[in-house]
């Protein structure tokens, strides 16, 4: 009845997430020609038509892994629970149309405390112009599980995969980054602060920017209606959950390219600079390895140079170059150094 | 930074599942005309272009609310975690083509532990001709945890939902029912044998069949291309995986009918008969409560009773009758008693 225990033990650790699902899925076939693009982009696209094509796109949030509710409030987590997932749609260039959210509680949550976390699925599902086509709840054994699944729409003139970056494409990234992740730092110190004094009532009003990143990101859809606008179809595109360096290594990889960023051009917010400086952390590690800030990295063509020059959403860091170039970051004092994924996990030791 | 508290606490339980999700979605908006059936039915039905539909369905399964690891082997898992959903879309009449698969573990699962879900889903994915999109893997601090969406798709006139059963209308059900839950039971008890002797070794011989269809059901896609080829469109349908008392209750009040089903007419396998006879308990309580049988439940109209005649897979247990002659089994002895839906968890105890 129990099933043969294999005498081989290969700790997970040693495959990291990406390897661990190239492992797992590298004999799943592709049977249908509706099936377009399947594991390995930011979504799956489907295509059932002659007009549109599909994106299909899925996260699983796991209390205590990717959130601590003794600081996120649940109505923060439901919204941030719609927003991963929309971000990977929109990082297709698509227009993202449904979700699916499961929900798995333990009976220490109340109902109040899941009419919380609804609330911030429906609040993100209204702005984003989303409807919420199914589910599933049910009971966990611990903590609290969240499953989101997204649907999104495109021309399919229009897909942006991560593979069609070319030498001399510029790199651009939207936004600012590193703030996510800064805010994450500031609210574990609150906490371990709260845990020895539960009286102190802490001033955050200089911390505003980059707690909100944190607990309540926001997903570029104004990006992709920005683009359309100026009409700029990047090469490639990614949505930033992991942190720069490992999101421009899967452009590099599969587009089969090598890539220059410049320290100076990456865009911080000073809420991060401070933040870094008070934390005596270096603020560039910050950009390239704190991930969650939800901002699409893309590649354009050099031409295009001139519609999104001067736009204050869209910032040049660097240029793609031929593979054997090799992956670099031109520092400051015109260092250049290997561009390495760490990913926030590494660097918050939450996985 | 700790969010309020809310003095109002509603425990969970007074709501149940389908409660809490109708108390949870009540406000949520449909904003998309390609949403043509959201919440409410086995599977979403999204409509973008002229031909065909979409139909998405999601699930998540969790250690030891779902399935308990010491008895189920983790290449079955994976196997049901994926028929599970595609029941869902053969429910709907419609062809499943994609899946997503997200899984969250704790590090006491190996890699090779994974390798054998995986197989599982895999193993499903090929016998089912699906396509396996995309998904998430992650680390959980407890269990495993198991999330799957499926997509399938259906030509827009071929669509059945819960709610067209009308009065006459014939109820039917395929293959036979109770199996899956009988087999639960056998497991249950082969598990307390083994925590008190572990050297013993049962003969499971004579419970093989109950014993798979709880460890390695099967979806009725075949049902689907039956009806298709005998030219049957049901009025209405359902996958029974609650138990066919709460699954004819919900074809009855979203397709505002009643219903009388007859005990004599319920399709059992003699291994469940013989296995309630020895547990003691009565085998239509099985029939009508245990769960996970993923058997189809449909109506159809009386003019294509002459089509499903005779057909091994088909069973006519009952028709539909008009809302206010209510719901009732009408038992061997000719008595009249009122349907109540109780749901395999209740049966179990396991929520």
């Given at each position: ?36 693009k399947?594991?390995?982009d930011?979504a ?8 549109k094509q ?14 601590d509710l ?22 297709m ?71 069609g970056?070319?030498a001399?494409?510029?790199v ?25 004094n539960?009286?102190s ?102 031409e295009d ?7 204050p ?20 004092g ?14 918050n030791?939450?996985?």
């Open positions: 009845m129990i099933e043969d225990k294999n005498p081989q033990r290969t700790p997970l650790e040693n495959l990291g997430e990406f390897g661990l699902i190239d492992h797992l899925t590298k004999n799943f076939d592709i049977k249908h020609s509706s099936t377009v399947s594991i390995g930011d799956a696209v489907l295509d059932f038509n002659n007009n599909i994106v299909v796109t899925t996260d699983l949030l796991i209390e205590n892994v990717h959130f003794s600081y996120v409030p649940l109505k923060h987590l439901g919204y941030k629970a719609v927003i991963v997932n929309l971000s990977d749609v929109y990082a260039n698509a227009i993202a149309t449904q979700i699916t959210v499961s929900v798995a509680v333990s009976n220490r949550f109340p109902l109040e405390a899941l009419e919380d976390l609804y609330a911030g699925i429906e609040t993100a599902a209204k702005i984003y112009n989303i409807d919420v086509v199914g589910g599933d709840t049910t009971s966990s054994t611990t903590g609290l599980i969240i499953s989101v699944t997204a649907i999104g729409e495109v021309a399919k003139e229009d897909v942006v995969l991560r593979s970056a070319k001399n494409d510029l651009v990234v939207s936004g600012d980054i590193g703030a996510a992740y800064m805010g994450l730092q500031i609210l574990e110190r609150e906490k371990e602060v709260f845990k020895v539960p009286q009532q802490p001033d955050l009003s200089m911390y505003t920017y980059i707690i909100e990143r944190q607990l309540k990101p926001e997903a570029r859809k104004d990006i992709v209606a920005l683009l359309q606008k100026l009409k700029v179809k990047p090469t490639s595109m990614i949505d930033i959950s992991d942190g720069l360096s490992s999101e421009i290594i899967h452009i590099c990889k599969q587009s089969d390219v090598g890539v220059e960023l410049y320290e100076t051009k990456i865009p911080l917010d000073p809420q991060v600079i401070s933040t870094c400086e008070e934390f005596k952390i270096d603020s560039t590690t910050i950009a390239l390895n704190g991930g969650e800030d939800y901002e699409l990295l893309m590649t354009i063509s050099q140079f001139p519609k999104i020059k001067g736009n959403n869209l910032t040049v860091i660097g240029y793609i170059t031929e593979k054997s170039r090799g992956m670099h970051l031109i520092t400051r015109e260092q250049v150094i290997p561009i390495i994924a760490k990913g926030w996990n590494a660097l030791n939450q996985e």
